[in-house]
C-alpha cells in the first residue's frame, strides 16, 4: 500500500473511529516492514479515543512511546476533547482516570503528566475548573506523578474562559509554592482574568512580572489592555498603543479609534483620523515596561 494511500485512509480512519481500519492499515505497514512514525500512530489512538476504548488507547500510548512518539500534549487533544464534550465531563474524566491508574503495571509509559494533563484540561475547558483544581492536587498525588507548570496552564487557563479569578490565583499560588516557573501563557491568562474585573491593576503586576522574566505579551494581550484602559479614559490605553507601535505590532485603525474615542466603537461615528504606521526599528523589551505609566 502505497504511503500516501495509507496516510490517506488513516486519517478517513481517525475523523470516522474505524479503529478496524486504522488497525488493519498499521498492520499492513508493520509487515511491510515500514518504520512506524507518529503520523502513523496518531491516527489510530484517535480512532481508538473516538469510540472511547480507553484501555486499548492506553496502550497504543504505550506503544507509541515505546517507539520515542507521543510525548507532546497534541496527541492527546482527542481525549482533551472527549472529556470537555462529553455531557457529563467529571464522570467521564473520573472513568479514563480510573482505566489510567489500572494501566500503570503493564502500560507505564502511557501514565504521566501529559496524559492526565489532557483529562485536567478536558475540564477545565468543559467549564468545571473548581473539579479541574481538585484532580490536579489528588490524581497526581495518587498516582506519585509530578505536576509541571504545563499541568497548572491547564486549569488557569480554564479560568480565563471562566473569568475565575479566585481559581486562577490559588492555582497560581500553588505553582510558586511548589517552586515551578509560570509560563507566559499563565502570565498572559491572568492578566486578561485581570483585565475583566472592576479593578484591573493586578493586570499591571503580571505584566511587570513578566518584563523580570523576559517575555513579551502578544498582541492580542496588549490590545485587552488597551481596550480595557480606553473604556474607563484611563491613559495607559495610548501607553499602550504607544509601546505596540514601538514593538513593531500592528495598531489597527480600529484599536487606535477606539483608545482615541475613549472606549467607543467607530461604527457610526464617521471617518477618524487613523494612527501611524507601526515604527519599523527592532525594539527591545524594556521598551515595553519602563513607561512609568505602567507602573502600579
Known amino acids: 500500500l502505497p504511503e500516501g494511500d495509507s496516510l490517506a485512509g488513516l486519517d478517513v480512519a481517525a475523523r470516522a473511529g474505524d479503529v478496524a481500519l486504522a488497525g488493519e492499515i498499521v498492520e499492513r505497514l508493520r509487515m511491510a516492514n515500514t518504520p512506524l512514525e507518529e503520523k502513523h500512530f496518531e491516527p489510530l489512538l484517535a480512532a481508538v479515543l473516538a469510540r472511547k476504548q480507553w484501555m486499548p488507547a492506553m496502550r497504543v500510548l504505550h506503544m507509541m512511546r515505546q517507539a520515542g512518539y507521543g510525548k507532546a ?3 492527546l487533544r482527542p481525549l ?42 478536558g475540564l477545565a ?42 481559581v486562577a490565583e490559588r492555582m497560581l499560588a500553588q ?13 498572559e491568562a491572568m492578566i486578561h482574568i485581570a483585565l475583566v474585573q472592576p479593578n484591573y491593576e493586578d493586570a499591571f503586576v503580571y505584566l511587570e512580572a513578566m518584563k523580570a522574566h523576559a517575555m513579551m505579551p502578544a498582541w492580542r494581550t496588549l490590545a485587552a489592555i488597551v481596550r480595557r484602559c480606553a473604556r474607563v479614559r484611563d491613559v495607559r490605553a ?16 480600529v484599536l487606535a479609534s ?14 477618524l483620523k487613523t494612527s501611524d504606521e507601526p515604527k519599523k526599528e527592532e525594539p527591545s523589551l524594556n521598551d515595553l515596561f519602563d513607561n512609568d505609566s505602567f507602573r502600579v
Open 80 to 121: 482533551e476533547r472527549a472529556v470537555a464534550n462529553a455531557e457529563e465531563p467529571e464522570q467521564l474524566a473520573e472513568t479514563v482516570f480510573g482505566v489510567v491508574a489500572d494501566s500503570r503495571d503493564e502500560q507505564t509509559l502511557a501514565v504521566d503528566h501529559v496524559t492526565l494533563d489532557a483529562l485536567v484540561a
Open 73 to 75: 500534549a497534541a496527541t
Open 258 to 271: 477606539y483608545a482615541q474615542n475613549a472606549g467607543r466603537s467607530p461604527r457610526n461615528m464617521g471617518a
Open 125 to 166: 475547558q468543559a467549564g468545571c475548573v473548581e473539579a479541574a483544581a481538585s484532580r490536579l492536587n489528588t490524581w497526581y498525588t495518587q498516582l506519585g506523578i509530578v505536576r509541571s507548570t504545563s499541568s497548572y496552564e491547564c486549569v488557569i487557563e480554564g479560568c480565563m474562559a471562566r473569568r475565575n479569578k479566585t
Open 238 to 253: 495610548q501607553t499602550a498603543l504607544r509601546e505596540m507601535r514601538r514593538l513593531g505590532l500592528v495598531v489597527t485603525p
Open 175 to 187: 505553582l510558586i509554592d511548589e517552586r515551578l516557573q509560570p509560563s507566559q501563557r499563565i502570565y
